[in-house]
């Protein structure tokens, strides 16, 4: 090959080919908002615990168990999304995960169905004994109109605060009334959109649906303390 057929400009591949596409830059600088937002959720929380941040390579099964633990719960696994960031407890004895799962959200328009995708936090906190199968989330008209029909609402008339705000459901009531008789469930009201599933030693829970934040995480950090207090 001849030498002159080299002897011409090399095209500059550096520029940004969508600079001027006005979607393509809406959703980077929305991608990097969400990014900074959850960065600054996840330092309060890992202030707030003494938590260490996983790289990726530890969202795998072989990693102490925790994806298997919380493949368990049903809350996750409706999620149906991806782990965007995960932290532990430093002092693995203390067992605390939180997750941000990035999961699909939408809703109906006039036309169609507008799709998007958000955030959300999800901590998992050991117990110290086992309990059953539960799930509590927050009452609406549509659980008590479901339940006038079919009795599977489980009531715990020593915490009245508790039982007016949240729908429970568990294997065992019996068991779960014992447990928690002289625990601080009504303290849970403070926070009445929560999410919250156990599975044997182990509860996942989530402070509410919103978009993770700042001042979601703060909730998310007094949400946790007031489960340990209950689950201590």
């Known amino acids: 090959m001849d030498e002159q057929d080299f002897d011409h400009e ?54 102490d168990g925790w994806i298997e633990s919380l493949e368990k ?27 941000a799962v990035e999961h699909t959200t939408s809703y109906p328009t006039a036309r169609n169905l507008n799709r998007g995708s958000n955030l959300c936090l999800l901590g998992m906190i050991p117990l110290r004994k086992s309990y059953p199968k539960t799930y509590i989330c927050r009452e609406t008209i549509r659980e008590k109109i479901m339940d006038f029909f079919v009795r599977r609402e489980t009531d715990l008339p020593e915490h009245k605060k508790f ?37 044997g030693e182990f509860c996942l829970f989530r402070h509410s649906g919103s978009e993770v934040w700042k001042e979601e995480a703060e909730k998310h950090v007094e949400l946790t303390k007031a489960l340990q207090r209950i689950f201590s």
């Open 10 to 63: 090399v095209p500059d591949f550096s520029g940004d080919d969508f600079a001027d596409d006005k979607d393509i830059q809406r959703l980077r600088a929305e991608a990097q908002r969400q990014k900074e937002m959850l960065d600054e959720s996840m330092t309060v929380i890992a202030a707030a615990f003494n938590l260490r941040e996983m790289d990726d390579d530890s969202y795998d099964e072989s990693n």
């Open 163 to 199: 039982s007016g705000k949240f729908y429970l459901l568990t294997d065992d009531a019996v068991r779960l009334r014992t447990l928690l008789q002289f625990s601080p469930l009504d303290d849970l009201v403070k926070f009445p959109d929560l999410e919250l599933e156990i599975q």
């Open 73 to 99: 719960f049903v809350i996750f696994n409706n999620l149906n999304g991806g782990i965007k960031a995960a932290y532990s407890s430093v002092n693995e004895e203390d067992g605390m995960v939180v997750v």
